[in-house]
């Protein structure tokens, strides 16, 4: 194991032949549930999901649930809804609440070339998880919770396959918490909705839930120059924008003014209508492509 940066690398044996790490990292999640702009309905099945995980012992032994559910209680919590909705932000928060760190794993990073390393490297990130009583999550998770493929043809196929039924297999067996977030959750092989206990919508924010992004992610030292109503009508311009995008219309207002006036500029109504216009834009190209 490496320290970098505070954190704790983890170096898969099954990657050492090559000196190549393997991008397990246990993380100290630092984001909390007060950092978070959510819907009521959202923030209240966060709460009862972290209840379920906190009151195990109660709910599996003095309630008797224990002898009804026989994987013995895995919590596996699924985030999902369109990009920049903070589902990646969320996750670090539930982590953070149940005093845990947290191990991040994209797909991506743990595929291989090589034929068979894949689900060897989906065990590692498991067992490393138990080791350090962990939060496991899986970001973009329909790369590997998708529907398992029934024409195998080629052996890239069978390897697809073996990785997702791996995957059941460990999430089985897994009495820690599993966090997975996805854009795409119709991708999902029906085996993995069953085993997920949580699945959680992570909407666009309404008007109200803009207001606080807004309010949130502009600095006391942004130098904006609006009245209240100008700012009202920014945030009901910014319908269907994600919190992601939102934070791109601060900054690139910003620039903008900057671009304008120099450094002693003011950021006023018209950049962020620009600002707003060319985010909509961008997402407007991105559906038609």
């Known amino acids: 194991m490496n320290n970098q940066n505070g954190k704790e690398r983890f170096v898969s044996p099954l990657l050492q032949k090559d000196k190549t790490e393997a991008p397990f990292v246990l993380e100290t999640p630092k984001k909390t549930l007060e950092d978070l702009v959510l819907p009521e309905v959202t923030r209240q099945q966060i709460d009862s999901l972290l209840q379920k995980v906190k009151l195990h012992k109660i709910l599996y032994e003095n309630f008797g649930l224990g002898k009804v559910d026989l994987s013995g209680g895995r919590t596996a919590i699924n985030l999902y809804g ?7 932000v969320t996750a670090e928060a539930i982590a953070n609440a149940l005093g845990k760190p947290m191990i991040r794993v994209n797909y991506a990073e743990i595929e291989s070339k090589f034929v068979g390393e894949t689900p060897k490297n989906i065990k590692e990130a498991f067992r490393f998880a138990k080791e350090n009583d962990a939060v496991l999550f899986f970001d973009e998770a329909d ?3 998708g529907k398992r493929l029934s ?3 080629q052996s890239t196929d069978h390897a697809v396959n073996v990785s997702r039924s791996v995957m059941l297999l460990e999430l089985d067996s897994f009495q820690g918490v599993t966090l997975f977030a996805t854009n795409f959750m119709s991708n999902y092989d029906s085996a993995f909705v069953r085993r997920i ?3 959680i919508e992570m909407p666009l924010p309404t008007e109200q839930g803009r207001m606080q992004l807004y309010q949130k992610m502009i600095p006391a030292e942004y130098p904006k120059n609006m009245t209240e109503d100008e ?3 920014i945030v009901r311009r910014s319908d269907g924008l994600s919190g992601a995008e939102i934070l791109n219309v601060i900054i690139n207002a910003a620039a903008y003014a900057l671009n304008r006036e120099g450094i002693g500029c003011k950021v006023v109504l ?4 620009l ?3 060319g985010v909509k834009n961008a997402k407007k190209a991105n559906r038609q492509i």
């Open 151 to 153: 024409n195998v043809n």
């Open 275 to 277: 600002a707003i216009e």
């Open 231 to 233: 700012l009202y009508h």
């Open 270 to 273: 018209a950049d962020f209508e």
């Open 197 to 199: 206990i949580g699945h």
């Open 143 to 145: 790369s590997i919770l």
């Open 82 to 88: 369109p990009p920049g909705t903070g589902k990646s």
